[in-house]
């Protein structure tokens, strides 16, 4: 009942929206995005907290091929749903602090992406993650190229297209699997994690999939679409994108890879991990070169994701509960963020490091904010990050301990480009941009102080939602343990 | 009290979060008030615990508020632990602590961000004392980070200077690569003993042999994490960086205490390091290397603050040292001591740079013992301390780490008594310099020179008591003394200390406290001839610059080196994955694919002309090939 209200609610709303015009069509996606919080936070307090799948829904859809419109929340899709839920105000207000064109298809769009995503997330029939997955998809390809800066169409086409070839390799996956369900076939997950698949089957499913969510997610070197596609985005896009979307990718690491194809999963990890580590590296380098601060933001994007698929590859209960701790924190980070860095362009019209200096002398609530946000994405204890990093290397690390040690470079570098923006951004002498950045508007405060709360609350109370996920994430590491042959290789 | 221990550090995190949030609200009266009676608070606190330990005879107390990280079969409580090294490194904290909390009221009177320097100072008390208290090595890890954000938030503190916000991201950045090492070893823990809570962990490691190779593993990689945090070679070039912040920091944060949590945490890891030997022994070599490389460079340093960096450097080698000869309590004996002595030398330094309206260079000061006689005082009998002149504090830890040294090792013994005399001379050559001879600054400076307030001299005075009888704590046997604290201190390190002092024949002491006298009394006369003289021109520093000289002068060029084997080369792979990987190979590689689909097409789409003749010569063809290869299929077959 509660997961149907939740898909539902964006996709009313979305029409409601469509009806208004400039800035009411945006406070209609905001009242729907509250609910929709609302409607999460009941599923929250009454969740049980054992490895049941709860809040089901399920009715027959396209009967002839076994498709179910089959909906459910285990610990892990409620941790993706509360990240959604809790973003998407944020994201929305963040819109609203400027005036966009056609604002009614603007906000639309967002609320639909939503459905999209919640879809995704509390999918239970793998016909329907993989429709959600693409539904989500189309939105954000008009948000970026109709809404997005310089280049937009030729940025957004490509992003378009290199997901939409990636998942791709998804379908064939899926319908490979559905084929080999036995009976009249079924698009139940549930159903594809008790094939017993040979170590080749299994091989060809894991690429399938690992290319589709390794495009999304994005692991290197399959990361080239998303510097330029979260530059050129509105800032609610690229919110949406870094914050939300590319979760989804993560989540399918969980929800199909693992379980399903196990024994591939060990067999390959190796290269899938070095590739993540390769990322890891990769992106914080550049990112310490960087002078458009959103790029900056970008590529470390690319390393922290990096770590978590790197987590998640590590097969053990560190790695994936980091995984799914970490996902939250950097959806919170990284709107937190962009949040940031969007308050900083609108008022100075400039998002370059060099122009900015001397901001902590002009505006010392913004310096702060921005110093706690700044520490929680550089993993700093008693803030989110910290915790995420620190399981997702541990992981890692149980894993193997020379790719913990090249991951945890990322807490080194992570410093060096942080504390590089910082300094340039807030010391120093005042310049003739930061100037601009006098005062902040309450509403600003009010997005920033949640912001910042979270990140602490979460830095110091982390099994918050560690317990959330904690009983499906063992239940799915019996369920890799129990697999055939797979003992002899761990 | 004891029941009381989780207000130890709680209290300054409020006074933090209360001036924190109330920067620019609140009065400086009240900042004052709020960031010296939190750090007061907690003070009287330890008193209790520590009296009341006395009663209880050393048994460890650990106290588990709540679980804060589950996964799997991890679980990482928030606790304390309170036992007689945690005491002592509480009572140095909050003791220190708050006598340079009090100094820092008169010193930072004119500054802006009063009420942000508190609220840091009381941050770094928290983390400080979260990191001794922790009951594991995770609590440990969140003081560790904890001290070093505060440490780069106080270096920083005058961010307008661009020099001063690069010193600040160096210390961060060198810090987190010591973390690295932290954190590995910290993973090897867990994977080792399932927990990382201390009293587990070291109850289960005894069942390892002596030498182990995982142990021998975990050690090292905390011990990298201590390179970083008491800046040891090659992680020590943040330290006189650091100089940049407030001179209370420095005091505080840059000698006391936080630079000494690395010997804590080895002190505290004493079961571990006295079963690999040859991570003690790795230990004691750095340790000894970078006594004697700063010590060096301290000789010709001119920055008041930079040579007691320098010497801060220097005497944590010697801390080192003894934590590698496995003599645990003798290096919190010199952790203990060098704080008193050491945190009085930096205030001491801020008077005199308070009084000069800010002059660092102590080529422009001299003759300042008539102005400032409360400083003049207290710093030379700090200066008589670290030298290790008798019976001031430093001559009994430096004496028992001599000792440790001479019994174990001629090579270490050597290096530090070379060391020593390399103490001696820069001292002395920074207290002539700055107190006696001619003054050599501007007019406007001896106009303004006044001796500071009460409410720095009066730290000054109590940590110069500290200094001159902080020795008695660990009088050696050989002067018929009971040594307190190495008693004190045997719950902790009992069986694991390898070299008892003891073993080394009172004629030897003897002979060590004679000869260590002479000499500082050889120097002192040498200094004085030398930098106490009316004048004191440019020929005295501007001697022939000898190579050595140079080294000394240029830091051996340390800073040069990494700047050309890590900064230049991370910067230039930036450039070079930006502009060329990621633009060419990768985005070309996408792109390439894209086009050749494109081009396909195209090809494709060129076969459709709609010329009908074409068409039918592709079907003859097709047909053609079809029954060539069915015709194939049945003669193989």
Known sequence: MLTGLLLLIPLLFMIVSLLMKGKQSGYVALVSSVVSLFISLCMAFTFQHDDTVQFELNYSWISSFGIHFHLGVDGISLILILLTTFLTPFIILTSLQKETDNSNVFFALILLMQAGILGAFTAMDSFLFYMSYEVALIPIYFICGLWGGENRIAVALKFFIYTLAGSLFMLVSIIYLYLQTPGNHSFEISEFYKLNLSSSQQSWIFWGFFLAFAVKIPIFPFHSWQPSTYTIAPTAGTMLLAGIMLKMGLYGLIRFVLPIAPEAVAHWNTLAILLCVCGIIYGSVIAIRQNDLKKLVAFSSIAHVGLIAAGIFSMNAQGIQGAMIQMFNHGVNAVALFFLIDLLERRSGTRLMDKFGGIASVNKRFAVVFAIVMLGSIGLPMTNGFVGEFLLLF?????????????????????????????????????????????????????????????????????????????AVNKLLNLIAHHSNLSSIL | MTDLVWLVPLLPL????????????????????????????????????????????????????????????????????????????????????????????????????????????NLFMFSMLVLVLGANYVMLFIGWEGVGLCSYLLIGFWYKNREYTAAANKAFIMNRIGDLGFLLGLFLIFKTFGTSDFQRVFSSVQSFSSGDITITLITLFLFIGAMGKSAQIPLFTWLPDAMAGPTPVSALIHAATMVTAGIYMIARSNIMYALAPSTSEFVAVVGALTALMAGFIALTQTDIKKV????????????????????????????????????????????????????????????????????????????????????????????????????????LFVILSLTSVLTVLYMFRFFFLTFFGEFRGTKYQIDHIHESPKSMTLPLLILMVLSAVGGGLGIPEALGGKHFLSEYFNHVFGGNTRIQSHEVSHFFEYGLMIISMVLIILIYQFTKQRYDKKVIGKSVEELKMSLWYKLSLNKFYVDELYDKIIVKPLNGMSNFFFNSIEKKVIDGAVNGSGQTVYFLSSMLKSLQSGNIGFYVLMMVIGIVAILFFSLINTITL
Request: glycine share 10%; aromatic share 14%; proline share 2%.
């Open chain 1, 395 to 471: 992981g890692v690390y149980q894993w193997n301990m020379y790719a913990a040690m090249f991951a945890g470079l990322t807490i080194i570098l992570g410093a060096v480009y942080m504390l590089r923006l910082y300094r340039n951004v807030f010391f120093g002498e005042i310049s003739e941009a930061s100037t601009s950045i006098l005062s902040m508007s309450m509403l600003e405060r009010i997005i920033s102080y949640k912001l910042v709360a979270l990140i602490i609350l979460l830095g110091i109370f982390p099994n918050l939602l560690l317990n959330i996920s904690a009983p």
């Open chain 2, 14 to 121: 409020i006074g933090f979060i209360i001036n924190g949030l109330g920067f620019g609200k609140i009065s400086k009266n009240t900042a004052a008030i709020i960031g010296c009676g939190s750090v007061f608070l907690s003070l009287i606190i330890v008193a209790g615990i520590f009296y009341e330990d006395l009663g209880r005879g050393g048994e460890a107390v650990q106290k588990t508020y709540f679980t804060w990280i589950t996964a799997g079969n991890l679980s990482i409580d928030f606790s304390l632990l309170i036992d007689r090294l945690s005491i002592v490194m509480m009572l140095i904290v909050t003791g220190v602590g708050l006598l340079i909390h009090i100094y820092s009221v008169g010193y930072m009177h004119n500054d802006v961000g009063f009420g942000k320097f508190f609220a840091y100072m």
């Open chain 2, 308 to 411: 007691l960096a320098y010497s801060t450097v220097s005497q944590l080698g010697y801390m080192f040292v003894a934590l590698g000869l496995t003599a645990y309590s003798s290096a919190m004996f010199h952790v203990m001591t060098h704080a008193f002595f050491k945190a009085l030398l930096f205030l001491g330094a801020g008077s005199v740079i308070h009084a000069l309206s800010g002059e660092q260079n102590m080529r422009k000061m001299g003759g300042l013992r008539k102005h400032l006689p409360i400083t003049f005082i207290t710093m030379a009998i700090a200066t008589l301390a670290i030298v290790g002149f008798p019976p001031f504090a430093g001559f009994f830890s430096k004496d028992e780490i001599l000792t440790a040294a001479y019994s174990h090792s001629m090579f």
